[in-house]
């Protein structure tokens, strides 16, 4: 026989985990927002995570991560840039400039390769070749700008864009790239920072807009920088 | 060699049900422990995340184990038991996708238990130096709360400091507990639990370190599966497997026997 106790705790668990799971398997978005344009893409609100939809160029229905602090950013790539301009940026801005932005990008999802790298990776449906990744990361690790800028050109990439994560993003930049991330980055305290090493590659000086050679700030804001290729 | 009819004093015997459901929650949460993005099973098969569900099976299995260590032995520390662990489930549905409940965290929900751990110690405890321990840390812990909310202070020393003399007097609490009841696994599923998972993000919280560093998988998937093992460990008691294991093997001697005095019979 349980005891009255017990059974109180039992019950109050047994309830809170039936309204969590009725939650989580039949979710209601707090808001969606349609942003529509040449890709009809939505944003839709949920209480965990922000979802992005669009069709591709090809009929390809396409769901990713969304920050909508990014808007602004967004809504200059795609009123200011050529529409015929591809980006280089880490894959996870790559479905946002694609949706909203209306502008190619080189990468927008993660290879199998480096898919440790995603916090869920149940929620990545597609891969993108590792050879882009691979690229991508290379082209932003690298102490020589003109291989930054050769890579683009492999792409006809004329714009990188650099976001406030990708300190952080950059452990597993320098890791695709084949790099020891540890020679590149270290830890202070709560926050990462650069070594003397990693405050030469292209990735810290396009965040600190620093030493950028051929690639002209054209664009920031408090989450994200744009560079063009002169 | 033929066994006649009633040669076997082998006697019949009930499992215990609630044993059976321990067992049963217990498994599943050992089962989910392998589910990961990292192996040996891909989580993809398992909708949400896999500690989640780990966590749910974990603490029905707590709340029916300490119900019955209740019935058999009338001592609140069972109740209390399942009641620190409560912050806990709710903690662990946060790997589920819903928002936060009543605006605490997963180190909000945490910070529960380690209130209704040394409440409920100071309050019912009988011996003495548990007693003010638990009093002492209850007293100190507006200071932890308030330094965590406010890192701006600048005493995160002090915090650390804190959350670790928090977790050892709990440890201490429970295992000294678990002795008298000779649960030995109790004890060790309370070190793995607070003594060696809780650390871990702790300090990262507090002062950023990794002891794993950043990128190391470890970090992200090790801690929570060690917390769920600790508490899993926690639900194994020995005397209840004992019990478990001799009433299995009582029926086992009994459906013997009369299986040889079926057989025996038709010589």
Known sequence: ?230 | MAYSKGQSCAEQKKLNAQSVIVLIFAALAFVMIFFSPFGPFSNSYIPFHPMGWAGIFVFLAMVTCYSQKYQESKDNFWFILALMFFPVLISNLYFFPIPEIMGFGMAGWMGVQVAVCFVCFTVVSKVKVLKYSNLSMLLLLPVAVVLYIFPQLGFSAILVILSFMFVVVIAVTLSYYAFLYKEYLLILGVILNFLVSVPIPNLYGITGFLPFGWTQPLMAVVTDRIAIFGMILMVLSLPMMRNFAQTLNENRKFYRARYCSFMSSGD
């Open chain 1, 1 to 230: 026989m349980i005891r009255k106790r017990f059974l109180i705790l039992i019950i109050t668990a047994l309830l809170i985990v039936t309204v969590v799971l009725a939650f989580s398997f039949y979710p209601n978005p707090t808001r969606v927002e349609y942003i529509g344009g040449k890709y009809n893409a939505t944003v839709t609100y949920w209480s965990s995570h922000v979802q992005l939809a669009y069709t591709d160029e090809t009929g390809h229905h396409v769901s990713g991560y969304f920050d909508e602090q990014m808007m602004t950013g967004l809504n200059w790539i795609n009123s200011s840039t050529p529409e015929n301009a591809t980006f280089l940026c880490w894959w996870d801005y790559g479905n946002m400039i694609k949706a909203v932005g209306e502008r190619n990008v080189i990468v927008r999802n993660p290879s199998h390769e480096i898919i440790n790298s995603v916090a869920d990776p149940s929620s990545i449906k597609e891969f993108d070749p590792n050879e882009k990744i691979v690229d991508v990361s290379s082209a932003l690790t690298t102490t020589n700008q003109s291989e930054t800028v050769q890579i683009m050109g492999k792409y006809n990439a004329t714009y990188i864009m650099i976001g406030k994560d990708d300190l952080v993003n950059s452990v597993w930049f320098f890791k695709a790239a084949g790099l020891n991330y540890t020679d590149y980055l270290v830890n202070q305290g709560t926050s990462l920072s650069f070594t003397d090493l990693g405050n030469n590659t292209m990735i810290a000086r396009l965040l600190d807009d620093r030493n950028t050679g051929p690639f002209a700030l054209v664009y920031q804001d408090q989450q994200m920088k744009v560079y063009k290729l002169e």
